[in-house]
């Protein structure tokens, strides 16, 4: 049964393995099969599957397997420095730049097969040249780990972060609410939840984010803001000022962990309107809302 003959998933399979392992199979049927012909297996369909190359013996096979591997990686590198040059900077420090961490990033990165991921980790060497220490050892294992599917999802998350206060690190902010007293029972304004997962970002793939390691899974409080405190809000670059109009408001978050935050320098924001103005909306009744350029809200 020549390939041509196959079933296109199953010839599609082949090339897959060929392409990705260096393993070379055919699939013929047992009326073809040759006396010298040793089958690997015999299929449900009674034909055989057998090696194009069996002249080769499994060490030499194996080898062919390592020099494409081998290549691959050598491939992903060249494309990763390639990118880079994109955002090197004149105030790279190359003579600052730790020689164990080059070579450790090397290791790691050369396994990074997609697009996706080779733009990240050209991104990582870029800003580590110009701000020397930016990135772990943590941070690269952790990146080296990553899927494509949780890169994206990590660049979602990414897109509904702000900054609080004087705390420079990122939070996912998920509500807010006024400290519980005996009175306050009878008020309905006294808690305001944002549903992340009208913005794309489910609970379980808040889950997975935290077994990652990029987010904490606990949500999280804020210590009390007392009544009339001003606090800074910023998002995305655009910047208001809360004043609080009641005692010990207090803010419920998803706090990204120290390589969440390092990582999340590489990604380019996308402004979410809708979640913004959610954002503001849903926490008016606890806290009066100025853009430092716009009237209030």
Same mark, same amino acid.
């Given at each position: 049964?020549?390939?041509?003959?196959?079933?296109?998933?199953?010839?599609?399979?082949?090339?897959?393995?060929?392409?990705?392992?260096?393993?070379?199979?055919?699939?013929?049927?047992?009326?073809?099969?040759?006396?010298?012909?040793?089958?690997?297996?015999?299929?449900?369909?009674?034909?055989?599957?057998?090696?194009?190359?069996?002249?080769?013996?499994?060490?030499?096979?194996?080898?062919?397997?390592?020099?494409?591997?081998?290549?691959?990686?050598?491939?992903?590198?060249?494309?990763?420095?390639?990118?880079?040059?994109?955002?090197?900077?004149?105030?790279?420090?190359?003579?600052?730049?730790?020689?164990?961490?080059?070579?450790?990033?090397?290791?790691?990165?050369?396994?990074?097969?997609?697009?996706?991921?080779?733009?990240?980790?050209?991104?990582?060497?870029?800003? *580590? /040249?110009?701000?020397?220490? +930016?990135?772990?050892?943590?941070?690269?294992?952790?990146? $080296?780990? @990553? %899927?494509?599917?949780?890169?994206?999802?990590?660049?979602?998350?990414?897109?509904?972060?702000?900054?609080?206060?004087?705390?420079?690190?990122?939070?996912?902010?998920?509500?807010?609410?006024?400290?519980?007293?005996?009175?306050?029972?009878?008020?309905?304004?006294?808690?305001?939840?944002?549903?992340?997962?009208?913005?794309?970002?489910?609970?379980?793939?808040?889950?997975?984010?935290?077994?990652?390691?990029?987010?904490?899974?606990?949500?999280?409080?804020?210590?009390?803001?007392?009544?009339?405190?001003?606090?800074?809000?910023?998002?995305?670059?655009?910047?208001?000022?809360?004043?609080?109009?009641?005692?010990?408001?207090?803010?419920?978050?998803?706090?990204?962990?120290?390589?969440?935050? *390092? /990582?999340?320098?590489?990604? +380019?924001?996308?402004?979410?309107?809708?979640?913004?103005? $959610?954002? @503001? %909306?849903?926490?008016n009744g606890l806290l009066d809302i100025s853009s430092n350029t716009e009237s209030v809200i």
């Open positions: 049964m020549s390939n041509s003959t196959l079933h296109p998933s199953r010839a599609k399979y082949l090339s897959l393995l060929k392409q990705t392992t260096s393993i070379d199979f055919d699939i013929v049927a047992a009326e073809d099969l040759t006396p010298s012909a040793k089958p690997v297996r015999e299929v449900a369909s009674g034909d055989k599957v057998i090696l194009k190359t069996p002249e080769l013996s499994a060490y030499q096979r194996a080898q062919r397997r390592s020099q494409l591997v081998v290549s691959r990686q050598q491939n992903n590198l060249e494309k990763i420095f390639s990118l880079a040059l994109e955002y090197i900077n004149q105030d790279a420090q190359f003579d600052r730049l730790d020689l164990d961490w080059m070579m450790k990033f090397t290791e790691l990165a050369k396994h990074s097969y997609s697009q996706t991921m080779h733009e990240l980790w050209a991104k990582i060497i870029a800003v *580590e /040249l110009s701000q020397i220490g +930016t990135f772990s050892y943590k941070s690269l294992k952790v990146l $080296s780990e @990553l %899927s494509t599917k949780e890169a994206l999802l990590f660049y979602k998350a990414i897109n509904l972060t702000s900054r609080v206060g004087d705390d420079k690190s990122a939070k996912i902010l998920t509500g807010v609410y006024k400290k519980p007293t005996f009175m306050s029972i009878f008020y309905s304004n006294n808690r305001k939840s944002i549903n992340l997962n009208k913005f794309g970002l489910s609970y379980p793939q808040i889950i997975s984010l935290a077994e990652i390691g990029l987010i904490y899974e606990q949500e999280i409080e804020s210590a009390p803001y007392l009544h009339g405190e001003k606090i800074n809000l910023s998002y995305l670059g655009k910047s208001y000022s809360l004043k609080v109009k009641q005692k010990e408001v207090i803010f419920t978050y998803y706090k990204l962990t120290q390589t969440g935050n *390092e /990582l999340c320098k590489l990604i +380019t924001t996308e402004f979410n309107k809708g979640y913004l103005n $959610s954002l @503001l %909306s849903d926490f």
